[in-house]
């Protein structure tokens, strides 16, 4: 049996739908930018008013990056079984996106166990800091710490995003991407209070603006189709 012959008009229309699909195909509905940026601007911002004006929640805000993971498995696996079809490029960005999602566990581990085998390994040589109060005379055991490890978020922040951007060839991710290199140089002359907050302003810009706008098209579209 000879296969179906498509007419001129039925050809255009299968071109149009094509087209239409690869349109809506970029990152989906949006959904998993505005999860990540609401999480990192909420962390950012509670970190940096319990910083400022020195109280504490109770537990560590930025914990809620780690509870955004069973959304986002969610997230994924709802969007991947929408797709009908996956191309090179949409495999090359989901790529991206997973090496930044390793780094930012691996700066994180980095980030916490430091200050721990650092005194543990000073501890072991016999080695001990203290920091005195100037104006009470007051002595205590200092810690040691990882300087402005926000910063150093601030650049995995931007490597996805801004990649994505020039990729596919969307202003607000590129605008977001620069952004947060901007805040990175920025916080190499403040203090952790400002540069947590930075952190929060990179993750709204970053993502949940973006995302929103991703949204905004995604619910047009598809609104479109019916």
Not at 128 to 134: G, S
Not at 198 to 210: A, E, K, S, T, V
């Amino acid at each position: 049996m000879e296969d179906k012959q498509l007419n001129e008009q039925e050809s255009l229309q299968l071109i149009t739908e094509m087209i239409q699909k690869a349109k809506g195909g970029f990152h989906e509905s949006g959904s998993s930018a505005i999860l990540w940026g609401s999480a990192v601007g909420i962390a950012g911002i509670v970190s940096f008013i319990e910083s400022y004006w020195n109280f504490y929640i109770g537990f560590d805000i930025w914990f809620i990056l780690f509870a955004a993971i069973i959304p986002q498995i969610f997230i994924s696996i709802k969007e991947n079984k929408n797709k009908k079809a996956i191309s090179r490029e949409e495999r090359n960005m989901d790529a991206v996106w997973m090496v930044y999602a390793l780094s930012i566990i691996a700066v994180t581990f980095y980030t916490n166990i430091m200050p721990w085998a650092s005194e543990r390994l000073a501890s072991g040589e016999g080695t001990q800091y203290w920091k005195r109060t100037v104006a009470t005379g007051a002595v205590e055991r200092m810690r040691l710490f990882v300087p402005s490890a926000s910063s150093v978020y601030l650049i995995i922040y931007a490597i996805p995003t801004l990649t994505v951007g020039i990729a596919r060839r969307f202003k607000p991710m590129l605008i977001g991407g620069f952004v947060c290199y901007a805040l990175f140089f920025a916080s190499c002359f403040t203090s952790f209070t400002w540069d947590i907050l930075f952190n929060g302003i990179g993750g709204i810009c970053n993502w949940l603006i973006p995302g929103l706008i991703l949204r905004k098209r995604f619910l047009k579209q598809k609104a479109g189709n019916v």
